[in-house]
């Protein structure tokens, strides 16, 4: 399942705004996966962000996202100006760009616009992008499957993570979406272990997404910019959130970073790599019934 309309607003504000409030610059924004385009929906909520570039494999989805009318009821039309740009012979070409606008609502007579983000579509493997861009990034998002197979596993690998160690600006932050910290206790960890190793640093957090169930995420930056204790005071400083939400408080962020008595405690010491595909076998086993 990749979402359930009667509660994704839980995993997708806990997904963003989180790395919003620790992220001290919002400019420009990298969503790794979201085709469906709930999480650009929820950092189109922030006015200071001025590009977005969101990479999905599959252009099936992001038309769907862009086109379909129940799709553009549950992410409030979030690609509806965005360009697909489909990559040809897995090179970076240059970008179809589009200028996502609001009305001004202190004119509205003349119906004058004002811009609000820049927003480019790029149907690529994300492996390969992360390797190919060049720039960087505020804040990167990365919203991909669980690592149920041997191709989804790389996206979870430390070669990866190096590459998002490289692309992030010097002081950004980047969050992961990383299964169960329940029912795949394992794979999250595993997933920890492996950004940390990678010239990043992460704390995880977690809540309940009811067709999920217990979820988890890792929240971080560049291990030379950032410590663990940093991220935690940050996130446990927090007083409001700036945007408009459904469901998450600043309460609720706090709670998240409470897990229960050994729960983030495991005898494995191993890393995901490229080669031993830990993540897709701890994934398999986890998932056994």
């Given at each position: ?271 995901n790599t490229l080669t031993n595909g830990l993540a897709f076998t701890y994934y398999v086993n986890a998932w056994q019934f």
């Amino acid at each position: 399942m990749q979402f359930n309309s009667a509660d994704e607003y839980i995993y997708h504000e806990n997904l963003v705004h989180p790395a919003f409030a620790v992220a001290p610059v919002h400019k420009k924004v990298l969503i790794l996966g979201g085709g469906d385009g709930l999480a650009l929906r929820e950092v189109l909520k922030y006015p200071d962000v001025e590009s977005v570039t969101l990479c999905d494999i599959d252009p099936v989805m992001t038309t769907l996202a862009r086109d379909n009318p129940y799709f553009q009821q549950l992410n409030n039309n979030s690609l509806r100006d965005g360009k697909v740009v489909v990559m040809q012979n897995h090179a970076i070409t240059e970008v179809g760009r589009a200028v996502l606008q609001e009305e001004d609502q202190h004119d509205p007579v003349h119906r004058k616009f004002k811009d609000v983000a820049e927003i480019s579509i790029i149907n690529l493997d994300a492996a390969a992008f992360v390797e190919q861009i060049s720039g960087m990034y505020d804040i990167i998002i990365i919203d991909f499957p669980d690592p149920n197979n041997q191709d989804l596993s790389k996206l979870y690998s430390d070669v990866f993570y190096h590459h998002i160690q490289k692309k992030l600006s010097a002081d950004g932050i980047f969050v992961q979406q990383a299964t169960s910290p329940v029912h795949a206790k394992e794979v999250f960890l595993l997933v920890g272990r492996t950004i940390n190793a990678s010239g990043l640093t992460a704390i995880p957090y977690h809540d309940n997404v009811p067709s999920f169930g217990e979820w988890g995420w890792w929240l971080g930056g560049r291990a030379d910019r950032y410590s663990a204790e940093t991220i935690y005071k940050r996130l446990r400083s927090i007083n409001d959130v700036k945007v408009p939400t459904s469901y998450l408080t600043p309460a609720l962020i706090k709670a998240s970073l409470s897990f229960g008595k050994d729960q983030l405690k495991s005898k494995e010491t191993e890393i995901n790599t490229l080669t031993n595909g830990l993540a897709f076998t701890y994934y398999v086993n986890a998932w056994q019934f």
